[in-house]
């Protein structure tokens, strides 16, 4: 049934749950304490059991729930996520996908360069096939939050947070690199046959509306042949998985059940692993 697999989103600032069958989240929550731990375990039990309460899901026993997850989301952080939805409330299944995947299949491309703006950081995660490709995946600590406090009517906040023009390796810090030279610098290390279909498909994510044309702008500029998009718009893409590949595709699918969970409490699914035992880097 479509409306037995509910989607979630797990973000820094805010949790958006909803039928995977509906255009939008159907509950929006502020959620402020950024990551998922035994302190705040009882509050997010409560943000599921309100939404379950709310629409009236009487059959959570046959509840598939999707949890888009952020890419460095850790183990410990899914223990307690698979806990709250299949011991505490008894759902079917949880599976876990990386966020940044349902970027690509808003903008219908299984190849692409994922660049997430953060509130604390702004990650760059090369993707290849639906793929994200661990060994290239980084991040900069030029965030979101740092840079609109320097917001002004004429100018981006983000142009210092992106672009370095004398840029020189030597003067940063491995985590402080401008965005566009670590995002040039990623292409640059993929193997040859990968550069082109990334480079053309940058896709620049969390960037303000008032500041799109800027961001794009500035890509283009300094990355040669790049073509960029900006997009928010993830739940198309949870959906359209949720809906044709979640179901599909079973053995590629990183989740746990109900039963299997309940015998084995430390059970956590993770992306990471799966392509490791699967042989896929």
């Known amino acids: 049934m479509s409306d037995s697999t509910v989607i979630a989103y797990l973000g820094a600032s805010k949790i958006e749950i909803g039928r995977s069958d509906l255009a939008c989240p159907q509950e929006t929550t502020a959620w402020k304490t950024e990551t998922i731990d035994k302190e705040n375990e009882q509050e997010l039990k409560k943000i599921f059991e309100n939404y379950f309460q709310t629409y009236d899901y009487l059959k959570k026993e046959e509840i598939h729930v999707l949890i888009l997850e952020d890419i460095f989301i850790s183990v410990a952080e899914k223990r307690i996520i698979c806990g709250i939805i299949l011991k505490e409330l008894g759902c079917a299944y949880v599976s876990f996908i990386p966020r940044v995947l349902m970027y690509c299949l808003s903008c219908d491309v299984i190849n692409a360069l994922v660049i997430d703006v953060g509130i604390n950081a702004t990650t760059c995660v090369p993707i290849f096939d639906l793929r994200p490709l661990q060994k290239y995946i980084r991040y900069s600590k030029r965030d979101k939050r740092r840079h609109l406090l320097n917001d002004t009517l004429s100018s981006c906040p983000y142009t210092p947070a992106f672009f370095a023009k004398e840029y020189d390796p030597k003067t940063y810090e491995d985590d402080e690199i401008p965005v566009i030279n670590l995002a040039k610098y990623i292409v640059n290390s993929l193997p ?18 008032k500041y799109k044309t800027v961001i794009k702008a500035l890509f283009e500029k300094h990355i040669d042949e790049s073509s ?16 044709t590949i979640l179901h599909t595709k079973e053995e590629s699918v990183v989740g746990v059940g109900k039963e299997e969970f309940q015998n084995n409490l430390h059970i956590a699914p993770d992306w990471f692993d799966f392509y490791f035992r699967t042989g896929i880097k």
Do not use: F, H, M, T
Not at 192 to 209: A, G, Q, T, Y
């Open 192 to 209: 040859i046959d990968l550069r082109k279909p990334l480079r053309e498909n940058i896709i620049v994510v969390n960037v303000e509306e």
């Open 228 to 243: 960029v998009r900006l997009s928010d718009d993830y739940w198309r893409g949870a959906s359209i998985y949720a809906q």
